[in-house]
């Protein structure tokens, strides 16, 4: 059983063009996560939902527009794509009250052209 | 930014102990030292984490400084599969339940035959 999964795993669009990513984890954690790892590597927080309340939205543009229907669910709407959004997104999880240990997905790689 | 310091790669022979090196001089006294991985293409994947004292599970040891200024990731016996990417993340509690986790450039560890 997936703990973190997400989909799709790839994805190859157009600019200008809208998408989304879902994520859901089953276990039972209450915090959810979207990161971006960029070609160079680096992997930035962009948003954080703590029982579907928005807790941490760093400096994303807002054609990024995350959707939390319930606790297990966290899904990354994209539009009007753009070159730069190519990347890794990966998703995470954790438990308020935990220790504190994040729960990763395997990522999903969007391609932009 | 990342609040701590590691070198940017490092060699280990298969079957040897690993230690990987990471200073956070301005640790907080409430601050946790998580470790992290990363191997090629898949999701970060929690290892380790302390506040005061060493810790130790079935992946690794964690060993801290007196001062906490500086910790040490021992992967007692490295395998093949244990290249990839470390990262030492000082925790940000940004509160709500939310942690945080600003992931620096992290130490890339190649294990060798």
């Known amino acids: 059983d997936t703990a973190v999964s997400q989909t799709p795993k790839y994805l190859v669009t157009q600019m200008g063009n809208d998408k989304s990513i879902k994520c859901e984890q089953n276990?039972?954690?209450?915090?959810m996560y979207w990161y971006k790892q960029d070609s160079k590597k680096f992997l930035k927080i962009m948003f954080s939902?703590?029982?579907?309340?928005?807790?941490i939205n760093e400096t994303v543009p807002n054609r990024f527009s995350p959707k939390s229907p319930d606790k297990a669910h966290l899904n990354l709407h994209i539009n009007s794509l753009e070159l730069g959004d190519s990347a890794v997104y990966f998703c995470?999880?954790?438990?308020?009250?935990?220790?504190?240990?994040?729960?990763f997905g395997e990522g999903s790689r969007l391609t932009v052209l | 930014d990342a609040k701590t310091t590691q070198p940017p790669s490092m060699d280990c022979a298969e079957g040897r102990a690993a230690n990987l090196p990471c200073n956070h001089s301005?640790?907080?006294?409430?601050?946790?030292v998580y470790w992290y991985r990363q191997i090629h293409s898949q999701g970060p994947q929690y290892i380790i984490h302390?506040?005061?004292n060493n810790e130790t599970n079935e992946m690794a040891s964690l060993i801290i400084t007196e001062d906490r200024k500086s910790s040490t990731l021992i992967l007692p016996h490295a395998t093949l599969r244990d290249t990839a990417v470390y990262y030492c993340?000082?925790?940000?509690?940004?509160?709500?339940?939310?942690?945080?986790?600003?992931f620096g450039k992290g130490t890339k560890l190649s294990v060798i035959p």
């Open positions: 939902y703590n029982n579907k309340e928005l807790i």
């Open positions: 993340i000082v925790r940000d509690d940004s509160g709500a339940g939310s942690y945080q986790l600003t």
């Open positions: 302390g506040l005061k």
């Open positions: 995470a999880s954790s438990l308020t009250g935990g220790t504190g240990e994040l729960f």
């Open positions: 276990l039972g954690h209450d915090t």
């Open positions: 301005t640790i907080s006294g409430n601050e946790y």
